[in-house]
């Protein structure tokens, strides 16, 4: 039988909020909305830090008095005697507020006071009966008042649309979600001390381009109303910054945002950090050592050792990553053919279609066995694995490889089945960067909507002489991802690109 009494939650809160700004045009009409003359000197981990672990007894005689604000997430009134929780930015610790300590008028307002509120309050240190370290407030103010209700404590905030649209109420009710940023936040920086280290120099490039390059992608579009022409989000910052190496920066390194008009999905997001590095006088073997160290490091930097957990499989970064060529690894994931297949454009069509490769008349050898090895083997590699000589179809900036020019010096890195790093030794021959632009311009017209335009400025660039080369690109988000096991590219993301909202 249903409950002809049951209030909907919607009507439900559209009650709470209307009664909240009830209390609210109180405290504007007593000139107490909004204040901002509060400041604290104290942070909760700080008090839990530093007397946590000591006894009722030995906190008899504290006398300093501490001041915390921050979020109200629970509260208990007893009479005249009341707990709270309160939240700020580096935990939570639990307040005791008394009628006789802050008088009649603040104790009122603590009665009336909502989860969800921010709260200033001053008092000293104490435990109570069950052992729970709390601040014994002496002075307390209502800072912000809260309009619309958190999430029952019970129930929490799981629904994954409304966390990633509304990540502030997130971050407030989830406390772990918080620890996934501030893990991102601190691989960031070990790279960036990991390359300064090494001598790399942080540059900055143009976002906004005449000419999307650096890779096979499809751009975002707008207008530049000055110059009266079209201009391009950038998809990689690849061809500027290896003009900085032609320039004299022969080691350098960007970590910024890239644009990529697809869909969205647990993997892609539009805009999405990477990292790219540039070394002179290096080929694409010294460049995955480098990151194989840098992985390594930046795992036991975040996590504290290079073993983790990710989807309930175990990883173990402190082995040496696997390294297989591309033929290597299709055949290892194919036991069905052989390396016959190689030299028979005809059979690898046949076999690129039969496990659902895309599949066009324009497509060569090289082109062909890409699309067997991302429908048959990428989400197999779970263990760090190197896959190495992408055919030169497939690789339109790397440097053809000297004993056999139809693949190229170039790298991919996968780990838990998803790229994370892509890497090559640089392609500097002007002329042969030429033809390889004007197939890619042959190809879009073709009808390949990912593939390149020419860049002549580029060329002009080589032209001058760009010195032997390795270049990286490792994708933050993905990383961030694996570092803190997340299955969604959107749970690494702060504010994730979401569908309009209905």
């Known amino acids: 039988m249903t409950d002809q009494h049951h209030t909907p939650p919607q009507l439900d809160e559209n009650h709470i909020i209307a009664t909240r700004r009830e209390k609210l045009a109180r405290l504007r009409a007593e ?3 909004f204040p901002n003359d509060f ?48 939240q700020d930015m580096s935990g939570r610790i639990q307040i005791f507020v008394q009628l006789n300590a802050v008088g009649e008028a603040a104790y009122e307002a603590f009665k009336h006071a909502d989860v969800g509120d921010v709260i200033g309050v001053r008092g000293t240190v104490f435990k109570t ?68 280290t090494l001598g790399f120099i942080e540059v900055e ?66 805009e999405f950090t990477m990292l790219e590095f540039y070394q002179a006088y290096a080929d694409y073997r010294d460049a995955m050592d480098l990151v194989e160290t840098l992985l390594r490091d930046v795992a036991t930097a975040v996590n504290g050792s290079g073993k983790l957990v990710n989807q309930n499989r175990d990883y173990d970064l402190d082995r040496p990553f696997n390294r297989w060529t591309m033929k290597e690894a299709v055949l290892r994931f194919n036991p069905d053919i052989d390396a016959g297949i190689f030299d028979d454009r005809e059979r690898l069509a046949a076999y690129a ?73 640089e392609l500097n021959d002007p002329d042969d960067q030429a033809a390889r632009f004007h197939a890619q311009v042959a190809a879009k017209h073709a009808g390949d909507d990912e593939a390149m335009l020419f860049d002549a400025d580029y060329i002009r660039a080589l032209e001058y002489g760009l010195p032997p080369a390795a270049g990286v690109g490792i994708g933050i988000d993905r990383l961030v991802m694996f570092l803190t096991d997340s299955p969604s590219i959107r749970d690494v993301l702060l504010f994730p690109q979401m569908r309009p909202e209905v």
């Open 353 to 425: 279609k039969k496990v659902g490769g895309d599949v066009k008349p324009s497509y060569g050898w090289g082109k062909l066995l890409t699309e067997i090895f991302e429908k048959t083997v990428e989400h197999e590699l779970l263990d760090p694995t190197f896959i190495t000589e992408f055919p030169t179809e497939v690789s339109p900036l790397a440097r053809s490889n000297d004993a056999d020019p139809q693949i190229t010096d170039r790298f991919e890195l996968f780990i838990a089945g998803r790229e994370v790093a892509n890497g090559f030794s």
């Open 129 to 196: 009966k069950t052992g729970e370290l709390s601040v014994k407030v002496s002075t307390l103010r209502l800072l912000v008042k809260n309009l619309r209700p958190l999430p029952e404590k019970w129930a929490g905030l799981t629904d994954t649309e409304v966390r990633y649209r509304q990540r502030y109420l997130d971050l407030i009710v989830n406390p772990e979600v918080k620890i996934t940023f501030e893990k991102r936040g601190k691989a960031v920086r070990f790279i960036r001390n990991f390359l300064d």
């Open 39 to 86: 400041r604290r000197d104290t942070l909760a981990e700080y008090l839990v830090g530093s007397y946590g672990e000591r006894d009722a007894a030995s906190l008899e005689n504290e006398t300093e008095v501490f001041a915390l604000a921050g979020r109200l997430m629970a509260k208990r009134v007893m009479g005249k005697a009341s707990f709270g929780q309160l």
């Open 31 to 33: 000139g107490q909305a």
């Open 205 to 270: 490039t143009p976002m906004l381009q005449p000419i999307p390059g650096g890779a096979a992608a499809r751009p975002f579009v707008t207008h530049y109303n000055a110059l009266g022409r079209d201009f391009y989000m950038r998809i990689a910052p690849e061809l500027y910054l290896k003009r900085l190496v032609v320039g004299g920066f022969e080691k350098v390194y960007e970590i910024n945002r890239n644009f990529r008009n697809e869909g969205l999905s647990t993997r892609h997001n539009p």
